[in-house]
Structures are given as C-alpha cells and as structure tokens.
C-alpha cells in the first residue's frame, strides 16, 4: 500500500505496463525539464504545490491516442478544480515544434506537449508505448501510477466503453490524500521506438572516442583549472566521480548554461547548447556506469593555454587596456552600485569593433556596464538611450563585437561611465577589473546605436508564480537590429523577443525559456536583422515571485522596480544601426 503524502513512501506498483519490477521503482525519479509546443519551460520540483503531475505519452500519428483523448478530456475535467497538472509527453523524437503545434491544434488539446526530444525522459519515466499514463507526486518526485488511462485502452482489450478508470481512482485517492495500491496495466498504444539507446546498449560508447569529444566541445572552457565553473573536466576519474550532477545537470537544463530555445540556436553567435545527440550520450554513458575501456585517458592530455583576452586570437593584442580602480568590497551588507568615471583623454574620436572585460574578483562582481560620455561630460539622458552602452560584463558572457563595417563611436575629449554591481561573499576583498578595447583603423560606415525596451512601474504580487510583462520600442528609421538582451532579477522566469512588422506580420525574434539571473547572456545575430521604419519590437517576460522559484529570496512580499538583486528590473536590451548611414 502507498500512503501519498508520505514523504518515505514505498512505491508498490506492479509495473506490467514497463516490464520493470516494483522494485526497480521504488525510488523517486531525477528531477527534470522539457519545453512544451509552445517554447514555455517545465521543471518537475517547481510543481512541488501540486497534488499530482499527469503524463500522457502522445504521438500525433497514434490512432490510439487520438481515440483515447475523448476519455482523457473528461478526466481533466472532472479534475480541473484540484491541483493537478496535466501534459502530454511527446516522446517520439519529433523535435520541430510547428508540427506539433499544428497536429495538437487540430486535435484541440489545449494543455501543454512536452518535448522530449532525447527521448531520456520517456526512459527514465519507464515509458514503452503511446497513451500510457504516468502520475508523479512532483513534491517526492515519486511515480504513483505508471499504466494505462482506463480498461478500454489497456492491451488487448476490446471494450467500446470504459468500465474501470484507473486514471481517476488513482486521482481520486490522491486527492483525498489516501493510499494508491492500484496495479498498472499495459497501455494499448503502439511501441514507442528508442533507436539511439538501443544502438548505445547495443554497440556501447567508448570514452575516448564518444565522451571526451563532446565533453571538450561543450565543457570544458568553463570546466578548466582556473575557468569560471567550480570543478575541472580534466581526467576520466573527475568526469566519473561528477557524474551524478552532470546527469542532474542535463536532466534539468541547468548545463550548459542560458541554453536558449533549440529553435532559435542558429541565428545567434557563440551559443551555449547541447546537441540531442551529444545529451543522449552523456546520459547513456553516465547510466552505464561512466566507464573507461580504452586504456588511455584522452581528457587528461587535453592542455589549455587560455589566452589573456579572448578576442586576441581574433584581432592580436588589444588597442587600449583599461584598468579600472580598485574596489573594496566588505564581507557582508549591501553595495550599493558604483558608477565610476574614468576619462580617456582622446584627442580624437576612436571607433570600438569590440570590448571585453576581465573580472577581478568573479564570487562578488555581478556586472559592468561601460557607458561612454563626450567633451561635455556625463549626461544622464544620453546614458539612459545607450542600452547597455559600449558593452557590458556579466556572468557567462561573451565579449563584445559589432558587425563588419559598424563600429561604437568615443567621443574625443570623452571616457567611460561604468556602472560596477557587487554582491558580498561573507569575506572582505578587492575587486580590480580591467577592460580591453579593440578598435577600427578608420571610422566605419555604421554606428552602433542602444536602446530598451522597458517598464520601469513594476508591482509583482506577493507568491505570483506567472506575473507577465510587455515593453516595446518603435523604429521610427529603417533599422538592422544587431542584439538582443533580456535582463530581470531573481524572479525572471523567461522571456521573449518578437517585432510587429508595419504590414501587421509578427515574427518571434529569440525564445529564452528557462530565464537565468546568474547567466546574463546577450544574443548577438549572425546576420543583422532588417526592421523596416515603423517596426514594433515586443519584449515579453514572465516573473515567478511564488515559494516554486528556488532562487526567489522572498515569495510574502510585493516587489518593485529597484537596483538590488532582491527587487526586480525589466529590460529589453538591443543594438542596432540605421539603414541609411
């Protein structure tokens, strides 16, 4: 018998549906996230408030599935009122969301299709076949009922009505907070086909051949001695003895980090993303037990001679490096933000093609925003059009560059206005950062230009799990837009760019689904994007300030517009050039 609300529940289900013993699934699963059709994020834990999380595994070619969905309807109805989340779980492997969009509006289902395009959910779930039907209790991430939705879509059954719902009586049971001791039965839904892990278990993956690549790919310019990520990748025995947390990492998109929407990937520079193929060897890997049979150790001979500024291997040593002063930064308490002035004394003007900074102390520099200022000095209206100025620093990101032939004017006589954020760490230390800059022979045909747009009249209601907000911006000029930058604080929880086109057409320019405050990344285009004058750019995001987001430092309070990490901003950040220079 299985006590729902019991934290140390034993799960008793005979799992005939999976062929896996009851055994084999007594205990919780990993904590996960897919994005549904929609490109909107979901992660088992911050569904912890609910009762229940219902899966129903769904092919848009199932005849199975598109005849049980009737039934399906009426249980969600008759459950709409209790706190229980429904999805479907596509695990076929389809991975273009405009197909499935397409296919889940003809069949009117309305509530979220999650994509597993690895297909490592539906194995870690125990999935086998379509229509089947999986309910977990997301506070223990424990599955309670693993089968099918009723006696007429179980295997072999011929029934034309439903005699036996087991998918309510295993909900009405968690809904009184009682015991579930149904068995499940085997779904009639067709076999679902996992090619890629039967390949794996077939063929077996070799460390240095399938594992190091990818690792060094995707891993290692963080995961190095002396990088920014907490352990190096740098021998099998560290990948192994990390490889619990690399599969949670994985698992729950955490890694690599500010993965945007996959849809979007290739119309930005130098992003951070795993490929299904590469996610899906890792995971097999690290299931099989994360061994070495090769004999050798590929991932040790690896040697890493991080140049001093990145851009170097790009344009040679840089034009101008800036050290900014010393800050002292004390153990405990608020910083508040320091704009410190630093003049260049250029007798003439320069052209930027790209920045980069060097953080002193990464445990307590958040960020750095380098606004310029003319002869005449810091002028706060100029400051506020220039977006994120120059360039900016921030966990995670990139350097700065511009596209060919543009360049960010420095105005003679001028400098910089730097904006420097510090969080304390619990100990006093000093934080000296530098900045380099790189700059044109000669004035380029474009100048880069800034703006956002923002709403700076927020009010988030105390334990709102999705508060939306929208800022936009007109081009009154034919326009190439060249960057994109969502920033909010701890309570962001995704955002979205998307431009209104002057003959009405709207287009959805960036998707970031699972919004990280830690990782403020800018999305430079690979090919700048033409905005005819006229052209409305939407910047839409959602704010979780509920006891489900785990980086909220407190749900009971109404938040406001304010400078501090615990307050929130609102800021769609981009860069452009007008057509006609």
Not at 11 to 28: D, E, I, K, P
Not at 374 to 395: H, K, S, W
Not at 502 to 511: V, Y
Request: a negative charge; proline letters at 6%.
């Amino acid at each position: 018998m299985i006590k729902y609300r019991n934290l140390a529940k034993v799960l008793g289900v005979a799992l005939l549906a999976t062929g896996l013993s009851s055994t084999a699934m007594a205990q919780r699963v990993s904590d996960f996230s897919l994005i549904d059709h929609n490109g909107k994020f979901h992660q088992v834990s911050r569904y912890a408030d609910h009762d229940a999380l219902v899966l129903f595994t769904y092919d848009k070619d199932s005849e199975v599935v598109e005849d049980s969905l009737r039934d399906l309807n009426r249980e969600m109805e008759r459950f709409a009122e209790e706190d229980i989340a429904f999805f479907m779980l596509e695990s076929s492997g389809i991975t273009d969301k405009a197909v499935i969009s397409a296919a889940a509006a003809e069949a009117e289902i309305e509530i979220p299709v999650l994509l597993d395009d690895t297909q490592t959910v539906a194995e870690l779930l125990g999935v086998t076949r379509t229509a089947q039907v999986i309910v977990i209790n997301p506070a223990t991430r424990e599955i309670v009922y693993n089968g099918s939705l009723n006696d007429r879509f179980t295997e072999g059954s011929e029934r034309r009505r439903a005699r036996n719902h087991y998918l309510r009586q295993v909900l009405e049971t968690v809904v009184e907070g009682g015991e579930v001791s149904l068995a499940g039965q085997p779904s009639s839904g067709e076999a679902i086909v996992f090619g890629t892990r039967d390949q794996h278990a077939t063929a077996g993956l070799n460390y240095a051949k399938d594992i190091v690549p990818i690792i060094e790919r995707r891993c290692v310019s963080c995961h190095q001695d002396g990088g920014i990520a907490p352990f190096a990748m740098n021998s099998h025995q560290m990948l192994q003895g990390w490889s619990p947390m690399i599969r949670e990492t994985l698992l729950t998109k955490r890694m690599p980090p500010a993965q945007i929407d996959p849809d979007f990937v290739h119309l930005f520079q130098d992003q951070s993303y795993i490929t299904i193929e590469e996610t899906q060897a890792l995971l097999h890997w690290i299931d099989a037990g994360s061994q070495n049979t090769s004999g050798s150790d590929p991932l040790a001979e690896i040697v890493h001679h991080a140049p001093e500024w990145e851009l170097s291997a790009r344009w040679g040593e840089p034009d101008m490096v800036i050290p900014i002063p010393p800050q002292e930064i004390p153990a405990t308490g608020v910083v508040d933000y320091r704009n410190i002035a630093l003049p260049l004394n250029n007798e003439e003007e320069l052209w930027v093609k790209g920045v980069e900074f060097k953080p002193g102390d990464r445990q307590v520099l958040h960020h750095i925003i380098a606004f310029t200022f003319g002869a005449d000095g810091i002028n706060q209206f100029d400051v506020l059009n220039q977006g994120i100025g120059m360039g900016a620093y921030a966990p995670g990101n990139a350097p700065n560059t511009f596209p060919e032939e543009t360049g960010y004017p420095l105005r003679a006589g001028g400098g910089l206005l730097l904006q420097m954020h510090y969080t304390t760490s619990g100990k006093e230390t000093v934080d000296a950062s530098e900045i380099a800059i790189y700059l044109h022979d000669e004035k380029p045909a474009r100048t880069v230009l800034g703006g956002s747009a923002a709403d700076l009249n927020i009010a988030i209601p105390a334990h709102a799990n999705r508060h939306q907000m929208t800022a936009s911006q007109v081009f009154p000029e034919d326009s190439y837009l060249t960057m994109l930058g969502p920033h909010m604080h701890y309570r962001g929880f995704d955002a979205d760019f998307s431009v209104i086109y002057p003959d009405g057409r709207e287009e959805q320019l960036l998707n970031v689904p699972n919004y990280q405050f830690n990782w403020q990344t800018t999305y430079d285009f690979k090919e700048p994007l033409f905005l005819p004058a006229g052209s409305e750019l939407i910047f839409n995001s959602t704010f979780d300030n509920s006891e489900m987001n785990p980086f909220n430092p407190d749900p009971t309070i109404e938040i406001s517009w304010g400078e501090q990490t615990w307050q929130e901003m609102f800021f769609g950040f981009y860069q452009y050039y007008e057509a006609d220079q």
